[in-house]
């Protein structure tokens, strides 16, 4: 927001769970508040039962950053699913279309099923992935039966990546854990005192979306629906959900310490500390820069 306020940007949703318009408390979006200060794009814009992906992302990203760019706006992509970056960056690869049979067969599947079969037809994949991730292994499963290719071939192919398009200043926050987890934890109270507990109601009596859709994986969900379907209390629910937020930051911490490329910033600081950061960083890439952007290179 600061970021937005002081160069007139436009801030670009790049959190999978935000996308979503059935969860506003529980995934942490902008209020409208918030929205009203700065422009907003690609959050709460999915309905819950559609198909969405990161290449959906993507190519929307792609669009919204090229009309910022058109305004004169600096496009600021905020979130933490690497996925969604990456494939804005790199580019995604040229997978054909699953034949809908086969991904039905397979997403019928139990985990383990769908593991053993992914070592026969895609040893690699199977070796890779972590036995319990359903939607990558499903997703590896379905690419090899349906195109006759493991993924990781159709990977190192990809296209459409911006990365080389515009000059990019990264800033990865990485704070202390301690002061992570008691945000965490805080959070996770005022996400429940504000109502986010309705919003999971809300979402468990829809009967057009499927009870494997994306949103209802969202941290949270599972947890406060135990609370409201009566498998446990209000405090268990709350400690559940604290808890897969945790284990879920600190997955992504990692993540985003080791897998962006050295020269993308890390910043240890705390929220105000890494907001004046941030701002100082921006300006001392700008000031870095040629006077007159090279043709074709906007910023992001």
């Given at each position: 927001?600061?970021?937005?306020?002081?160069?007139?940007?436009?801030?670009?949703n790049?959190?999978?769970?935000?996308?979503?318009?059935?969860?506003?408390?529980?995934?942490?979006?902008?209020?409208?508040?918030?929205?009203?200060?700065?422009?907003?794009?690609?959050?709460?814009?999915?309905?819950?039962?559609?198909?969405?992906?990161?290449?959906?992302?993507?190519?929307?990203?792609?669009?919204?950053?090229?009309?910022?760019?058109?305004?004169?706006?600096?496009?600021?992509?905020?979130?933490?699913?690497g996925?969604?970056?990456?494939?804005?960056?790199?580019?995604?690869?040229?997978?054909?279309?699953?034949?809908?049979?086969?991904?039905?067969?397979?997403r019928?599947?139990?985990?383990?099923?769908?593991?053993?079969?992914?070592?026969?037809?895609?040893?690699?994949?199977?070796?890779?992935?972590?036995?319990?991730?359903?939607?990558?292994?499903?997703?590896?499963?379905?690419?090899?039966?349906?195109?006759?290719?493991?993924?990781?071939?159709?990977?190192?192919?990809?296209?459409g990546?911006?990365?080389?398009?515009?000059?990019?200043?990264?800033?990865?926050?990485?704070?202390?854990?301690?002061?992570?987890?008691?945000?965490?934890?805080?959070?996770?109270?005022?996400?429940?005192?504000?109502?986010?507990?309705?919003?999971?109601?809300?979402?468990?009596?829809?009967?057009?979306?499927?009870?494997?859709?994306?949103?209802r994986?969202?941290?949270?969900?599972?947890?406060?629906?135990?609370?409201?379907?009566?498998?446990w209390?209000?405090?268990?629910?709350?400690?559940?959900?604290?808890?897969?937020?945790?284990?879920?930051?600190?997955?992504?911490?990692?993540?985003?310490?080791?897998?962006?490329?050295?020269?993308?910033?890390?910043?240890?600081?705390?929220?105000?500390?890494?907001?004046?950061?941030?701002?100082?960083?921006?300006?001392?890439?700008?000031?870095?820069?040629?006077?007159?952007?090279?043709?074709?290179?906007?910023?992001?």
């Amino acid at each position: 927001m600061a970021l937005a306020e002081s160069t007139g940007g436009t801030i670009i949703n790049a959190d999978s769970a935000q996308v979503y318009a059935e969860l506003r408390l529980l995934t942490a979006r902008p209020s409208p508040a918030e929205e009203a200060r700065a422009p907003h794009h690609l959050f709460g814009h999915v309905a819950g039962g559609d198909d969405y992906s990161a290449a959906r992302w993507a190519a929307e990203a792609r669009a919204v950053i090229a009309i910022a760019h058109r305004q004169g706006r600096l496009p600021i992509l905020v979130g933490g699913t690497g996925l969604y970056l990456r494939t804005l960056l790199d580019g995604i690869a040229p997978v054909p279309a699953i034949d809908p049979a086969i991904r039905a067969e397979i997403r019928a599947l139990p985990v383990a099923e769908a593991q053993r079969a992914l070592a026969l037809f895609d040893p690699a994949a199977a070796a890779k992935l972590n036995p319990a991730d359903t939607t990558r292994v499903a997703r590896a499963l379905e690419v090899v039966r349906s195109t006759g290719r493991p993924l990781a071939k159709w990977q190192r192919a990809r296209a459409g990546g911006i990365g080389d398009a515009v000059s990019l200043h990264a800033l990865v926050l990485l704070p202390p854990r301690d002061w992570l987890t008691e945000r965490i934890d805080a959070r996770l109270l005022a996400m429940v005192a504000a109502g986010a507990g309705e919003e999971v109601r809300a979402l468990l009596a829809r009967d057009d979306i499927p009870a494997n859709a994306p949103v209802r994986r969202a941290i949270g969900v599972a947890e406060l629906a135990g609370w409201i379907e009566g498998r446990w209390p209000r405090a268990d629910a709350i400690a559940r959900a604290q808890l897969a937020t945790r284990q879920y930051a600190k997955r992504q911490y990692t993540w985003f310490r080791n897998q962006p490329p050295p020269a993308w910033h890390r910043c240890e600081a705390t929220e105000t500390a890494a907001r004046l950061a941030m701002l100082n960083s921006f300006s001392a890439s700008l000031n870095r820069r040629q006077p007159t952007p090279p043709p074709g290179l906007p910023t992001a």
